[in-house]
Structure formats: structure tokens, C-alpha cells
């Protein structure tokens, strides 16, 4: 099992452009939750999905960012248009879909918007 | 919304020495996860808590959940440099979990 992917590691964009981040959960696994870390904010819970649905966005910090889960293997949450202020680690986790088991993390997408 | 507090923050210890960082919620917790995540890494799972009392063992790490289930704690055994790292408790009031601020361990060799 190859775990969560993330995809791009690292991204450097200009404020005004539009950023995709992408997440491949592990098989099996029916929830998604999409985080956001920062040294002043923690580990923020932006998003998350059963079953390929939105359960609760009420972590999306504002309309620039939105979340896609098109089925079960592929997610992407989208900022548009970036702010330096969303320079941060963006983390996807998926588990099995019950709250008795732990999240498994991707490695990360780091973020830095100039 | 659900409250989670870490404490310290920080700690500095000796190769060697014991560490405990503690995790503590404002209300009575159904579970409490804990997961560490290593300098640049992302958070690894280390282990969930669910019974009053409840008391789990990892070699040198020791974990309790409090009898009253509105706090938790974590506790190395000699620590060793494997060991850097932010270590958070996270709890849940609902489908996902809510996590801590951390404790940043720094152990000196």
C-alpha cells in the first residue's frame, strides 16, 4: 500500500494565481479530510468527505478555497485566487470511515504564495 | 466548539530523561487519538484511547486516559533522539478530529 499521495510536494505561485492540490487516498479508505498547518494556527481542519460527499466545510477559510472529491480515489482542493496568507502545509488524511480509527497523512504540500 | 489544550508546549530534555506531555479538553471525551509527526514530516498515528482509566503501552511510550475522560497523557521512557518531534492528541466531537496544539519535544544528545 503506497499510503496517501499528495501531489505537488512543494508550490511556489504568485498571489492572483490559481492553485490545485491533489490527493490520492488509500484504497478502501471512505473519508477524507483535508487540513492546513500553519506555526500560528495549528493544524486547521479545512474539509471533509464520506463517501466521496462533503460533510462539513465549515473549516474553508473563505470562497477562494473549494474541494472536489470526483470519486473515491482522487481529491483536489483549489485556491482562487492564492494570497501569501495561504502559504502554509496543506495535509489530506484518509481512514477507513469511522471515528475509531486513526487518519493516515500524506506527506504534505507545501505552499508559498509570493 | 471542542476545546483542546496540550501541555507544555515546548520541553527540552537529556537523552536519557522521561517526558510527559499532557492533552486536556474542556469536555468529556468519547475517545482521544495521539500522533506524532518528526521535523518536516506529516502527523503518524501512534495510538486511540477509548476506556475510563484505560492505560496502552508502545515500548518506552505509555499512554492513560484520565478517569473521568476529559484528559490524557503521554509518557516516554527514556528518551532517546528518535524521539524529536511534535507530539498532539486529537479528539473528536463528532465524524473528525479536532487536534491539539502539540508539544514540541527537543531531546539533547
Known amino acids: 500500500d503506497a499510503g496517501v499521495i499528495q501531489s505537488p510536494r512543494h508550490e511556489v505561485t504568485e498571489m492572483g494565481q490559481e492553485v490545485t492540490l491533489r490527493c490520492k487516498p488509500i484504497s478502501g479508505h471512505n473519508s477524507l479530510f483535508w487540513y492546513r498547518q500553519t506555526m500560528m494556527r495549528g493544524l486547521e481542519l479545512l474539509i471533509y468527505f464520506n463517501n466521496n460527499v462533503p460533510i462539513d466545510d465549515s473549516g474553508m477559510p473563505e470562497d477562494r478555497f473549494s474541494a472536489k472529491m470526483p470519486n473515491a480515489s482522487f481529491s483536489t482542493l483549489k485556491i482562487q485566487p492564492s494570497e501569501p496568507r495561504d502559504s502554509a502545509v496543506y495535509f489530506c488524511?484518509?481512514?477507513?470511515?469511522?471515528?475509531?480509527?486513526?487518519?493516515?497523512f500524506g506527506s504534505g504540500t507545501r505552499l508559498t504564495v509570493v | 466548539g471542542q476545546q483542546v489544550m496540550q501541555i507544555p508546549q515546548y520541553q527540552h530534555v537529556q537523552e536519557g530523561e522521561d517526558f510527559t506531555t499532557y492533552c486536556n479538553s474542556s469536555t468529556t471525551l468519547s475517545n482521544i487519538q495521539w500522533y506524532k509527526q518528526r521535523p518536516g514530516g506529516h502527523p503518524v498515528f501512534l495510538i486511540q484511547l477509548v476506556k475510563s482509566g484505560e492505560v496502552k503501552k508502545q515500548k518506552r511510550l505509555t499512554f492513560q486516559f484520565g478517569e473521568a475522560k476529559k484528559n490524557s497523557s503521554l509518557h516516554i521512557t527514556a528518551t532517546q533522539t528518535t524521539d524529536v518531534g511534535t507530539y498532539f492528541c486529537?479528539?473528536?466531537?463528532?465524524?473528525?478530529?479536532?487536534f491539539g496544539p502539540g508539544t514540541r519535544l527537543s531531546v539533547l544528545p
Open positions: 488524511a484518509s481512514n477507513p470511515g469511522a471515528p475509531l480509527y486513526g487518519y493516515t
Open positions: 486529537a479528539v473528536s466531537p463528532g465524524q473528525n478530529f479536532v
